[in-house]
């Protein structure tokens, strides 16, 4: 079956410390996978995605994401985050259909 | 512009009832999803379809129905059979080649009251 597995439900973290938020997928899922955030009440909107070539990827915001496919990894980071980077973050894959982990949700203080 | 539009962004139903969410998209997109967001259980699959006139069901189907009869549109029915409507519903279209990129709607909220 296919599945996407985002390992902490939450990560608190300060503001200008870097981040790391984890993706495992499993090997049925992996042809594209895909990096969205989502703020209150609004829908998803893409940070990243991986379809092949050079496995670091770097999205908009100024986040970027590494394809491991010995350790079936997806992991998002970001070297220094900003308040307004406080936001719910869900990793997807696709293989015959569009899937998510259960997100992870951000939160950055002062 | 183009883009994928839900409607309503609200919406209240009473127990017992039927209600459809509106999801069109002008992408030109062949697939498209329905999800149920709840809190703290990400996005759960309810359907999806790959091509007019087929669809498939997710992983929690029961209680939703959906139809598919131009590429443009995929309403999800949330019919009185399902036990725990309120939730955000969150539509997206995917093109099916290059360039590989899914789009998501604004949502929409219902609440059973």
């Known amino acids: 079956a296919q599945s996407v597995t985002q390992l902490d439900s939450q990560v608190p973290v300060f503001e200008e410390a870097p981040v790391e938020l984890r993706c495992n997928y499993s090997s049925s899922v992996s042809v594209y996978l895909f990096w969205y955030v989502q703020y209150p009440n609004q829908g998803l909107q893409l940070l990243l995605k991986y379809l092949s070539g050079s496995t670091l990827v770097k999205g908009i915001n100024g986040f970027e994401a590494e394809f491991n496919k010995s350790q079936t990894s997806f992991h998002l980071r970001k070297p220094s985050v900003h308040i307004s980077d406080t936001a719910e973050y869900f990793c997807?894959?696709?293989?015959?259909?569009?899937?998510f982990g259960t997100g992870t949700r951000l939160q950055v203080t002062l | 512009d183009g883009g994928i539009t839900q409607s309503p962004k609200y919406l209240f139903r009473k127990e017992g009832q039927n209600v459809t969410l509106s999801c069109e998209q002008n992408?030109?997109?062949?697939?498209m999803y329905w999800y149920r967001q709840d809190p703290g259980q990400g996005l759960r699959l309810i359907y999806y379809?790959?091509?007019?006139?087929?669809?498939q069901k997710g992983d929690i189907a029961e209680g939703y129905s959906v139809s598919r009869e131009k590429k443009e549109s995929f309403p999800l029915t949330v019919t009185s059979a399902q036990k725990n409507p309120t939730a955000f519903y969150l539509c997206?279209?995917?093109?099916?080649?290059?360039?590989?990129?899914?789009?998501f709607g604004q949502g929409t909220r219902l609440t059973v009251v």
């Open positions: 997807g894959g696709t293989a015959s259909k569009l899937t």
């Open positions: 997206a279209s995917m093109a099916m080649g290059e360039p590989v990129e899914a789009f």
């Open positions: 379809s790959q091509i007019v006139n087929d669809f």
């Open positions: 992408l030109n997109h062949d697939a």
